[in-house]
């Protein structure tokens, strides 16, 4: 476009100047509109899509912390419309490996299908669906995830749900050492590597009780205190009979019962369970003495001397959480057997006592020190091996017993239809000191693959050589393939 | 229009320009007060060596044309008005002007907790004509300011690094700003919820008065027609006939703070959170929160050393995310293996968006020297190029004004003497709406 | 009484020992398999194991032992027989951690653990129910020479039973603890320091060896300082040093095993020192490797076992330690279990907690295999040794019984 002249444009007719006004404030208004404020701009794409989530991740808000007594009435996941690009139900398959139940027999080539997380079938036969995640464990043992009664540094404080990291070193090498449900604090959680679904199993379901001989006056107030509280029970036992009758009476005073006597009180409704730390035997007749009286469910933590205790604990229907290596030496100026012992978890369990285990060192440490952590947990149940207890029954302390005692085991511990796709596929009986974890599942999802993951990939890559049966570790030659 | 000869077009059209000019605000008053200004000032020409544009193919020995601050075309011999401003820059490379999608560029430090949805920016800036200078020297044109804190500090403000001081503002309010504190959000978004409900309640009652009152009426109405007519007292209308003046519906208001919480899980368009993970970990924890509300978002990462932010490319990749890095090489954790987060993002779906390594003049001065690592590192350069310029303008939701280099956008463009990925490269010149607002010194 | 039995009322030790020593000519082990970790690597299966006036009489199968008349018979099931187990690196043998280290100087000549040898301690006692026999008691690392280390029977009632060699060994630390002494010393003042004290002690030999060798006709004089150095330098007595970390196991190469040509063990081992294996198989440095058993390599994400380490990069003299009390002296086995998890092989693991640890302290014509005229020091257990599930049953030292877990309550 050119021009003809510079000055002139400005002097124009009347005419032209007043249209040329209007279109000056024809396009104010329209500036108005269109460069206005960020409020009005034309509507923006959402900036992702929120709504539905990647196909590894489930889309129930899962039952976690829920307590569920029915394993059969479990249902894991809602399903998503098929629409979304997610699948409707989500399969997992092992096949081809020696099952272990733990509460039931062992199988061998058996099948164990999974759906939603769920365990759906357990045997040989077991037909797959055509949309299925298999995982061959041919050569392998299968074992149920191990459940570790005490643990520190794996999920975070609080509600573990919320401060968990997710993809942490310690959560990864707990699941390397086989454990799938640890207790965090007051919960119990699961080490769900990847994602914050379907981690904590219970919440507060434990009550820590102080009585101990070293403080004489908080053991007698403890014991007055629920002396009260079921002096309270029986009133309202009472007056339920007689209300029943018709009598015309006022309930008990209920006012008093909150902080810690509501605690009490659900201690002696078996709706809490108390925990008592407690190693001497003493002290573990004692407390043994006080559940059966009081009638609450026991369990004691350390009891190092327990094994003279034992038939105290069993008739107080306790659980023990006790590391068979404890070391205390026998002091010889008392004259009654005292000190640990080996033998220890063997005897407890053989007076009823629920026993699980547990390591020296209730963490995960990457500083050297071999054997005495979570990662190594199966070695402390062979210790108790050791003092006597038999492998299958070793093999409970860190599976379904210890489930017991922190009260999940209607979720986990064992490999049973309904029960949680909690999985181990290892190289060998998984108490034997050379059997390395090669695959963990949580919640039927691969969590853990030694072959993937970097740590112990290079350790024996190809599994255990040799048999795997107990009683025979080294070949007769003594030969060893290098 | 009969009769009206070229002549009066042109000056239509120069009157037109004129006042799209006003509007745009990139000139002053003095133009609607209607003192004459040379048309011809009002288009500028750029001779360029090399365009990129960020649409297509870079554009050798082109010509840029911008009127009014935007601009109007972009080719190999176009028309312009012969007294045009011209600026030769056939030794130049033109690209457009970078983008800071999150920086306290000039503002002070201070620390701040809780929820403060209503706070922005605007509230702490006031801005000097050199406020952004070390950004404006590295090649940026606009910059996303933050508000300082943890958990929802408040809202950014997008403005200009430099040109007019009173034209600056890109955008404000902009996006919230969310740091890692899932129980925090989640409580947030519970009570904004509260909030919501309130309204509704509130509403609920109102319609349900609004109704009782009405049945009222007809039946005071209907038991009017069917007696006599009482005497009426002086003054007083009749019940029937009072035209019911209905008073409209006050909405309780909306706790401040919680305000743009309601917008986002109503899904206001335009309204978006932007969530800032420190890891891997940070993401499944926000991720639960904000699927739940759907709420729109994007993602801030630190992704320094060794961040364990890989474990989540995939999912990030899969809804094809908008996050914003740090150019930066990095190492898988617990090992020596180098790392090309960045990269890998990119490869995965996501846009990736680079924000510059720490918040002061030296990083913004390494980031083209930072680009050029990540692309000999294996990068590809597009993406590279992108994730300074269109990226963010999209994550910001400003590209229909920034980004690239085509007909409507803004002009604002970075002149650099030589390849943007060139070592050696240097920031001679930068465009704001059409002005040169700096050029390099020498040995600057 | 035997150890190990938790508070049951038994005979005092010294009654039954004595019992014993008058009764029975010779004791007959029969036991399901013996590893008798010599040199041929035997094995047998279904075995005899004869055992008379503290040696060994007969090892064979049964087939082909006939027992002795008169000779008590000792019948294990599907039990193993194998070496009493030897500690390399051990501080318990003193009984407490006070008597841990004298840090009088950065190296402190002239000190002996002899002093602290406390026979039947606690520590000694537990350590019985892991089937060790014979310690390497040393001071600890707290300064970088800290004296002479003393070889003990854990089975010595006292001192002279306990006491197999003394001066055992010659303790050094070359860094990697001796450094918090005076509140920071450095690798160099250290090395200096640590060679000044070795050149003295090699400058006092080599006078008595010139006048020994009748080429000085003037008597030196004798200092009871440097006296039990000379052992060392005649290739008697080893230096263990405590070494760790590739440039402090480099320094110990250079300055022990290169320019002093000194018997050398290496002690401890750990951390990324297994990339010198290399370098230590060319020598016959002994590498006893523990407590720690792994490495977390942060620079390949990895878990390297050190054992695994140091044998894949050709080193065989290699042996296993706890570094009691740091892990339990009656653990042993299991430090050798943990390094067959991270990657060793499990004979070979038996192998160094026995015959290679045995050679690493000068002990192995007495101890550290089972052969006909050593020493009966024996350890039977119900299974494999390194399997924790195998418990130690019954522990033998100069062919008497120090501790019987077959009745009664087992401490470990």
Redesign the interface.
Known sequence: MTRATGHSVWRMSSRSALRGLLAVMWLLCGAVVVLGDAETQPALQPASRPASQPASQPTSQAVATTTQSQPTTTTQATTTQPGEGEPAERWLAVVNGRVHTVTGPVLDGATVLCKDGVISAIGTGVALPAECQVVDAAGREVYPGLVAAAAGGIHGGGDPADTTNVYSLNMLIALAGGITTAIAGDHVAKLTFGTTEGMVLRSGAFLKLKYSSRDPLARAKLRADLERVRAHVREVAAYERQKSRGDDVKPPDKEWIKGKYDRYLKLLRRELVGMVSAGEEQELRDVAELAQTFGFDLVVRGAHEG?RAASALGRAGAAAIVTP?A?V??DERLN????????NARILREHGVRVAVIPNTAAIT???????DLL?LN?EA??A???GMS?DDALKTITIDAARVLGVDDRVGSLEVGKDADLLICDGDL????T?VHTTIVNGRVVYEKAKE???????PEGKPGVSD??D??P???T?PD | MAGVGHRAWARVIAVVAVAGLCASGSVGPRCLAGEPADEDERFVVIRAGRVITNVGDEVRNGVIVVSGGTIRSVGKGLEYPLSATVIDARDRVVMPGLINPHSRNGLPRYGRGGVHGDLTVAEEYFPLADAHEDLLKAGYTAVALVPAGQGIPGRAMIVRTGGDEDGRTLQSPAYLRVTADKRLLRGALARAKKEIEKVETARKEFEKKREETRKEREKKAKEAKGKKPEKEKEGEKPAATQPAKEPAFKPPPIDPAHKVLVDLIQKKPGVFALVELGNASDYEHMQEVLAKHEIAHHFLARNHRQSDLEYVVEKLGRDEAKIILQPEMGR??????RLHLVRVFSEAGCEVSLMPVGDRASEYAQMFGRLAELVRAGWSREAALKSVTLHPARLLGLDKRLGSIEQGKDADFVFLDGDPLDPTVRVQAVMIGGQIVHEAEGDE | MAYGH???ADEPADARAAKQDAEAAGMAFHVAKV?AMDDA?T?I?DAVVLVRDGRIEAVGPADDVSVPDGYEELAFG?HWLVPGIVEAHNHSAAGSWSDLNDMVYQTNPGLDTRAVVRPEN?WIK?AWTGGVTTVMLIPGSGTNLAGMGTVVSTGGRNPDEAIVNSPGSLKVAQAGNPEWYFGGNTRRFMNWNTRQTMEKALDYHRQWEAYEGGEVTEEPAYDPIWEPFRGVFRGEVPVTVHTQIYQILLATMDMFVDEFALWTVLDHC??DAWKLGPVVRESDAYAVNG??????D??????I?NA?GWWKNGVRRLGINTDAP???QKELT??A???????W???EALRGITNINAKSIGVYDDVGSVEVGKQADVSIWT??P??????CVLTVVKGRIIYDGRSG????
């Not at chain 3, 390194?386 to 418990?391: F, H, I, N, Q, V």
């Open positions: 094994w290596r070391d030496a026998p009654r057997p005292n000190g640990s012992t080996i033998e990457v500083w050297g020190l071999a054997g005495r190594h070695m062979a210790f091996v050791r003092g492998n108490l034997h000191y050379m390395q970097s740590l112990f990939a290079h350790i024996r107990f009683d570790q080294w007769r030659q003594l060893w | 898988v954790p617990y090992s020596a293996e | 938790v508070g049951l590893v690597d094995v299966n599907e606690e537990t750990t951390f407590p720690r058993q792994y490495h977390f942060r620079t390949a994400r990895r878990m076992g695994d740091v892990t339990p299991y430090q279990a943990m390094a067959c998890w991270y990657g092989v499990p004979h299974g494999d390194l399997d924790p599930r195998s418990a309550l087992r401490r470990f």
